[in-house]
Structures are given as C-alpha cells and as structure tokens.
C-alpha cells in the first residue's frame, strides 16, 4: 500500500517520505484508519484496526483472503498471510 498524505494535514508518526513499513496489512483494516482519520470512532464490533496515529492498534499476526468469483466463473481461492508467506 503507499500512503501520500496532504501537506497542509499533519502527518502521524508512521508516515514519512520514503518509509517502508512491513506490518501485515487487511483491507479490512483501511475501514478502520479511514474513519480515525475522519474523527469517528471505530464502530462496536468492527473486525479492522486502525493502523496509524497515536493510537494505534497492535500488528496483525496474519492476514486471510478469500475470492469466490471471477465473473461468471466459480474460483473459490482461500489464502492465508504473514509477514514471510502467503
């Protein structure tokens, strides 16, 4: 994922020019760093985290993808991610 924050916005921690970060990574996860972004609070239940700023959330362990559909084609493809392997 790159990350370009707006100039006049202060940037959190975690984004900086040219910073790689390795932390395993959900879609899910850009709900909840959306809405902290936006000023609401990560609704009860939400299965993301937030992934920048202060508060932060910890790591994930490992990440699960799923995919059942390529247009009219069943592929039901299941995969698992951690920092080394998918």
Do not use: C, N
Not at 13 to 31: I, N, Y
Not at 32 to 59: C, H, N, Y
């Amino acid at each position: 994922m790159i990350i370009r924050w707006p100039k006049r916005v202060t940037a959190p921690a975690q984004v900086a020019p040219g910073r790689v970060d390795e932390q395993v990574l959900s879609l899910l996860d850009l709900s909840a760093t959306t809405l902290w972004m936006a000023g609401i609070p990560k609704p009860f239940g939400m299965q993301s985290r937030v992934f920048l700023g202060a508060d932060a959330e910890p790591a994930r362990t490992y990440a699960f993808a799923t995919r059942d559909r390529i247009d009219e084609t069943e592929v039901r493809q299941r995969s698992v991610h951690d920092a080394h392997f998918h």
